[in-house]
C-alpha cells in the first residue's frame, strides 16, 4: 500500500518553484507563504503538483513553477495534452500561510498567492474543490494520484488532514 | 552568482568575528562554554532549500538588516524546539523538559536572539566601518522550511539563489544546539564583498 508510507523511495519531491506530473506520489515540504497546488482527473487518475513562490512572474519565463500566472497555465497545459479535460479536473490549494507577525504583514504574499491562484483557476473553469489556506503555522503535503488524488496535510504540532 | 575562493575566505572570517561575539554573549547568558563551527557559506537554489532546512519544528529569532544598507536581508537564530526549552530552562531556572513553550520561554528566546544578532552585527559591522542595524524582531516557531521560504518570498531582490551563512554555537553542558544564520540579499553581499576587498588591499 503506498498510501501507507507516503514517506518512501518513490516519492517526488517537489522543491519551491519546481511541479510534477504524473500518477506517482508526490510531496512537498514546509509551505509558508508559498502555494502548493494539486490538479487531479479522476477519471485518467493522473495528477499535477507545484510549490508557487509568488503570485506574478512579471515577464520571466525560467522558472515556471515559481509564479501563481505561469504555473496553472502549465499545469493546464501538461494535463490537457496528457488527455485531461478541464472540467474533470478537480483543484486543491494548500498553505499561503503569513508566517511572522512583524514582517512583510503589508505583503501578504500568502493570501496573493492563493487569490491569484483561485482566479487562474475559474478563468480555465477548474473546480476548486478544497483549501487550506492561511493561519500562521507551515504546512507540508503528500499528493496521491494514484489513490484517488488523495491530498494529505500536515502541520508541524503533528497533526495531519486529508484535503 | 559563484564566490571566488578569497571572497569566500573573507566572508567566513567576517562571519567567525561576528559569530565569536555572539557565542560570547550566549556563553556569558548561560554561564557555560559555547563551542562554535567554522562559519558555512552555502548557495543554495531556491528549489534544494528543502535539503538544508527540513520540516523539523524550530524557534527562529528574525531580525531584518537595516541601517546604512537598508533591506539588506535577514539575519535569524536559530535553535530547534528541545534545544529552545533547554536554553529557557537553564536562563529561568525551570527543570521540566517535556512542555511546549510558554509565553515566557517566548519572550526569553526573543531577548537571547536580540543580544546574539545584535554582537553579531555589532561587530562585523564595526570590521566593515559601516552602520548595520536590526530591525526589532520577529519570532515563529514552526516547520523551519516554512519560514526560511516566507523571508525569501519578501526579500526585495528576486532571485533563484539565497546565500546561506550559518555558524552553528553548542553549548555541551546543557546540550544546546543553536545557530546564526545570515541570509543577505545579494546587493548586500555584493557590497560587504566590496568592503572586505578594499579592506585586504589597503593592509
Not at chain 1, 498553505?95 to 504574499?109: C, P, Q, R, V
Not at chain 2, 553549548?171 to 553581499?189: G, H, N, V
Request: net charge negative.
Amino acid at each position: 500500500m503506498p498510501d501507507s508510507q507516503p514517506y518512501n523511495d518513490q516519492t517526488t519531491m517537489i522543491g519551491i518553484g519546481e511541479y510534477r506530473v504524473g500518477s506517482f506520489p508526490m510531496m512537498t515540504i514546509g509551505l509558508g507563504s508559498c502555494l502548493g497546488l494539486t490538479l487531479f482527473d479522476p477519471n485518467l487518475n493522473l495528477g499535477a503538483m507545484v510549490h508557487i513562490m509568488l503570485p506574478e512572474s512579471a515577464g520571466r519565463k525560467d522558472r515556471p513553477g515559481k509564479y501563481a500566472d505561469t504555473a496553472v497555465p502549465l499545469l493546464v497545459n501538461e494535463l490537457t495534452d496528457l488527455g485531461c479535460k478541464n472540467r474533470a479536473v478537480i483543484a486543491k490549494i494548500i498553505g499561503g500561510a503569513a508566517m511572522f507577525e512583524y514582517f512583510g504583514t503589508n505583503l501578504n504574499i500568502g493570501e496573493r498567492n492563493a487569490e491569484k491562484v483561485r482566479i487562474l483557476l475559474k478563468e480555465y473553469h477548474i473546480q476548486l474543490v478544497a483549501e487550506d489556506v492561511g493561519g500562521k503555522f507551515g504546512r507540508s503535503v503528500t499528493f496521491l494520484p494514484s489513490n484517488g488524488g488523495k491530498v494529505t496535510v500536515r502541520r508541524a504540532d503533528g497533526t495531519s488532514t486529508d484535503l | 552568482m559563484k564566490l571566488s575562493t578569497v571572497q569566500a575566505d573573507a566572508l567566513q572570517e567576517l562571519g567567525n568575528i561576528g559569530a565569536a561575539h555572539a557565542a560570547t554573549s550566549l556563553s556569558v547568558m548561560l554561564g557555560s562554554t559555547i563551542e562554535m563551527s567554522v562559519p558555512a557559506i552555502n548557495m543554495i537554489d531556491l528549489s534544494q532549500l528543502g535539503t538544508i532546512m527540513g520540516e523539523e519544528s524550530a524557534a527562529m529569532v528574525v531580525f531584518e538588516i537595516q541601517g546604512e544598507i537598508a533591506h539588506g536581508g535577514y539575519i535569524l537564530f536559530y535553535i530547534t524546539q528541545e534545544s529552545a526549552v533547554r536554553l529557557t530552562n537553564t536562563i529561568l531556572g525551570m527543570k521540566e523538559i517535556n512542555r511546549p513553550l510558554s509565553e515566557m520561554d517566548q519572550s526569553a528566546l526573543l531577548e537571547v536572539g536580540n543580544i546574539m544578532v545584535s554582537a553579531f552585527l555589532d561587530a562585523t559591522a564595526e570590521l566593515l566601518g559601516i552602520v548595520i542595524l536590526p530591525s526589532p524582531p520577529a519570532l515563529t516557531i514552526d516547520m523551519a522550511h516554512a519560514a526560511m521560504q516566507s523571508l525569501i518570498a519578501q526579500m526585495q531582490e528576486e532571485t533563484n539563489e539565497v546565500l546561506l551563512f550559518a555558524t552553528e554555537l553548542v553549548c555541551k553542558e546543557y546540550k544546546i544546539d543553536s545557530d546564526i544564520i545570515l541570509m543577505p540579499e545579494r546587493s548586500t553581499l555584493l557590497r560587504i564583498i566590496e568592503l572586505l576587498e578594499n579592506m585586504m588591499k589597503s593592509s
